[in-house]
């Protein structure tokens, strides 16, 4: 399993690549909640998410030969954009295959990062399948979004960062999908804050990893209805096993306090900060009640979300 | 005249109070405009502006007797709610006097800084004849939002700062209303390098600044019809006179050219800032070819921005 030197040698790959994403508090925020908050901002991270910290910790400990064949993902998220840019780096060629519905300003943003993009279907099944096709012919080394122990511990990389920066913490909240995050973010937690609680906090209408929690199974998420667009996969078996492991608990959170959470984020501190990025925040307004006093660490994960609607209308 | 001396002063007597803003950097923006661009995030100042470090001087130079008569501003900008919050930290009454068609959101902000809102028409005359009658009944000090050397004194911090930061800068940005922001700025940039040219920006749509300094008069602004609506205001003399001496030149830009590099900075940059704040960047990306690997500041004045119609959508 992964542990805390894991997350050591994790930050040391990615430390000249990836950025040390700024800590950032508001009294505003602290007065309303009542104990001292340090929010880690990884939506100012390369390509907008934490996740550009995984894709370059796992891209670049592929062997020589790996790195030859080039690399492949099916993602209409985050993931691409951190895995077309890892690889461009490394000088590595990467393919993403996204839905054929997908947003142009995420094709585009993934084409300007180097990597070609083929399209699919609009379902997961039609994703799965032109990228195994594709690696069939090419011989592509597959690079998965959160099941794989290389990004667990570059995700844990934040929150590493955020403990060195703001020291004792009590409480560390952390979006949950399909577990990535939660799960880097727990065992750097438990290594270097032995006494610091790991809350993971999951939309209400995707709640499948609490479940899952709860039953020691791993649930499917099915037809998750959220605006927390990041946070609708499930559980793999690798973060399941660290998340049942090191996590304290899980809570959920409904859309309307998603959105709040959102909002106090864009309209108090100035963040740009997409649904699932705000996520962790709804939790800890959630659990405000038990948090007297104490100093709270919450990972705002990224900040991609589409604003072309809302510039169009602006003149 | 104010001196950079005067800047230093201002920054003892602030720097309790007033946050020291993070500096950022876009590898994607210095990309584009072939620069360095350092940006000093005033839209993480207190209210969200840099208003703030103005009020906040001018409000604890006041004599005892100036303290207990309390203050008065019309406004319903950001100024209104920079010196609630200033007279509030230093136990003086404050009374702001706002269009009774201002936005709920703006007029409980003010009062949550404890100050007491008076009500007048939607015109300035009517703001104006407000507060002098009230003025007149209660002796309270006025408090300009720009044209007042203790106010420039306190806005020239923000540049004071970024410059300590990022050192030697071949350019400074600021946008241009009233002028306290670009006046503060242009002597603190000359007091620390010497040889950095500073540039005022403006909306092509309230040009009133443009026309001024080229002709040196003061125009009026004559039915301003810009989306930076903290840029609609005139000179003053105290702002126009600095401005003459310090300021190298001052550009307009359209309103697409605003909201372009709005988008920039909150897509690219994940930073939410208002119309005004952005009208800086506009002018660099509109100077870009003469600016080839120059070190270049850029003062983001402000991030307050009604965003209730986006989040209203949202769900």
Redesign the interface.
């Known amino acids: 399993m992964v542990d805390i030197q894991d997350i050591y040698d994790a930050h040391t790959r990615i430390r000249d690549y990836a950025l040390w994403t700024?800590v950032?508090t508001s009294s505003t925020i602290d007065k309303m909640v009542n104990c001292q908050v340090f929010f880690k901002?990884e939506?100012?991270q390369r390509v907008?998410a934490f996740k550009f910290r995984g894709a370059f910790n796992t891209v670049s400990q592929l062997t020589k030969e790996e790195r030859e064949r080039g690399v492949i993902a099916h993602s209409s998220g985050n993931h691409a954009q951190a895995l077309a840019l890892a690889a461009s780096i490394l000088g590595i060629k990467a393919t993403i295959v996204m839905p054929k519905n997908s947003p142009m300003v995420k094709v585009n943003a993934t084409r300007g990062y180097g990597a070609e993009v083929v399209f699919c279907e609009n379902s997961t099944e039609s994703r799965v399948q032109v990228a195994n096709e594709l690696i069939k012919e090419h011989n592509y080394v597959l690079i998965h979004p959160y099941n794989d122990e290389r990004i667990v511990a570059g995700a844990g990389t934040a929150a590493l960062e955020l403990i060195e920066e703001a020291e004792e913490l009590d409480y560390v909240f952390a979006p949950v999908g399909g577990g990535g995050l939660l799960s880097g973010t727990s065992i750097a937690t438990k290594g270097l804050c032995p006494d610091a609680s790991v809350i993971g906090v999951e939309p209400k209408n995707a709640d499948d990893a609490f479940r899952s929690f709860r039953d020691g199974v791993i649930y499917p998420s099915v037809k998750p209805n959220t605006?927390a667009d990041g946070l609708r996969t499930q559980l793999g078996d690798i973060t399941f096993r660290i998340i049942r492991e090191y996590v304290d608990s899980i809570v959920t959170v409904s859309?309307?306090e998603i959105?709040d959470a959102?909002?106090l984020l864009?309209?108090r501190?100035?963040?740009?900060?997409e649904?699932s990025g705000a996520v962790s925040l709804a939790g800890l307004l959630k659990m405000n009640d038990k948090l007297n006093d104490r100093r709270v660490g919450v990972i705002i994960s990224g900040?991609n979300i589409d604003?072309t609607g809302?510039?169009s209308k602006?003149?």
């Not at 501190?269 to 900060?273: A, E, F, Q, W, Y």
């Open positions: 700024p950032m901002c939506n100012f907008g605006i859309e309307k959105v959102m909002r864009w309209e501190m100035k963040l740009v900060v649904p900040g604003l809302f510039f602006l003149l």
